[in-house]
């Protein structure tokens, strides 16, 4: 006569065994090899985003080409790899603008070159804005 438990235990450890190889952890391959960049640019009109009046917002991705609503998003997309990130952004000099006020809010929200970015800034007046990263903020 057979034993039940001693063929219950050897089916058990064959299946454990013919398993393992299947248990171990998955590791995820990379999508692409470049770090991903997709951001969204919104403008309005106030003193900060929290109580300006939105008016526009475009998307603009950089990697691994350039796209989204943006109006050029390829000259966008060098200027931020220029000035290293919204953050880097500066105004040109050899725009003159007047002292008008007439705030003017922009954010810039999403992921760049793989690090989540959270910019705002409030310009004087428009432009002060358009003098800022003429690609990029020309939207």
């Known amino acids: 006569m057979r034993n039940p438990a001693r063929w219950a235990a050897t089916l058990a450890l064959t299946a454990t ?3 393992a190889p299947l248990t171990g952890t998955a590791v995820a391959a990379p999508a ?18 929290a109580v300006a009046t939105p008016q526009r917002a ?5 990697a691994p080409t350039a796209s989204g ?3 050029a ?6 200027e931020l790899r220029a000035a ?16 008008e006020y007439d705030p003017v809010v922009v954010t810039v929200d999403g992921v760049w070159q793989g690090k989540r ?3 705002e800034r ?5 432009c002060v804005k358009d003098s800022y990263g003429s690609s990029v903020l020309a939207f």
């Open 17 to 19: 065994a013919a398993a």
């Open 32 to 49: 692409s090899l470049y770090a991903p960049s997709a951001l969204v640019l919104t403008l309005g009109h106030g003193e900060s985003a």
């Open 58 to 62: 475009v998307t603009l991705n950089c």
């Open 69 to 71: 609503t943006h109006p």
């Open 73 to 78: 998003p390829a000259q966008a997309c060098a």
């Open 84 to 99: 290293g990130g919204p953050d880097g952004l500066a105004p040109a000099s050899d725009v003159r603008c007047t002292k």
């Open 117 to 119: 970015v959270s910019y």
């Open 122 to 126: 409030t310009f004087g007046n428009a």
